[in-house]
């Protein structure tokens, strides 16, 4: 089957979300192939992006025009209020579902509880995980509920059922989507990368720290993208803490706006850092990528993890840059010279305090770490591959 065109559910920038960006990395070599209507939120900004071969209109437009209806839909939905839409738009429209985030559960409370809607919380619990399903969602209405729950309880039923088949980005969701739907068809594409036209980049590390004033010898670390609690933002200030005295130099930069449920003034004071820790808020597309390309060792410590992969670390690592994870989840897929790995345990620091030593004496390593990682974004992880793919399999799921 040769399809003419497609329909993308997603946002585009400037919407503060990574899956915007994400979009136009890909969109631009599925445009290639195929003419691409992309649906955005009726109350998302105006676009800055314009389509090579397609053009954007809103779920409004989309829905008075039932032309578009018996097109292949895809939907780019994420673990966040952005994406109402999209799922809205998916349970009435079954498509092509991209899980970008394996749990949906952030998204259905903000849509359900945060409205008063308890007993919808209620029946999507029940929907999902039965009569256990229902204790739950009671005894958090009366108040008793660890937050913890909403990462280790996807409840993502719904979506599934609603799918016609399912892409995602790493192994550990697509083993998990075939457990729980191993009739539909379901594929895993290389998370895609591509420098934008137009992206002004220094040409090296050693350029970016000249441009920016930054000493050669001042050791950089840094944490990219919105800083919330699984960032583990804490658990590394207090790993710094305890290096401080043993290194010359460093600096830890916090770049993207950071959660209220992160107190960091209260955190940098805790553990005296306040001199060491420079914390940029959210940063234009453009501009993050410069610090990324400054940064000596990007810290990419999430816990607990919804399933998402990544952007920000597979941009870092696109740049060169050596970066620092923990093995678990979708970040066990990455090889393992391409970054460095260490044991998932957010209450001692021990292991991390030695990769960080380990890599500020070594700066022979740090660069063949970034090296490795950069060679394989740009190898297996190139947009082009990964929108063939994405094509390929739509075509594959429209032709069933």
Known sequence: MTLEQIVIFSPLPPSKTGIADYMVEIGLEIEKLIYVIYVIANEAPVTSYIPSNGKVITIAEFERNECLHSLPLIYHLGNNIQHEYIFRSLVNRPGIVVMHDFSVHHLLVELTLANGEHQLYEDLMEYNYGDLGVKIARRR??????????????????????????????????????????????????????????????????????EMEIENDTLIFASFGFATPPKQIEFICKSLSSLKNKFDKFEYWVVGEVAEAVPLKQILRKYNLEKEVKVFGYVGFEKMHHYMQACDVALSLRYPSAGETSAVLYRAMGLGTCCVVFDYSSYSDIRDDAVEKISLNTFDTNELEDKLLLLSGDRDRVRKIGNNAKWLIETEHKASISAEMFLSFVEKVMSM
């Open 141 to 210: 209405n009366e108040g008793y509920f660890n937050e913890i729950l909403q990462f280790i309880l996807p409840l993502n039923k719904s979506v599934v059922d609603s799918s016609k088949a399912t892409i995602v980005h790493s192994n550990d969701s697509y083993y998990k989507i075939k457990d729980l739907v191993p009739s539909k068809p379901a594929i895993k594409i290389p998370f895609p990368f591509k420098i934008l036209p137009g992206l002004n980049l220094y040409e090296s590390k050693d350029a970016a720290k000249r």
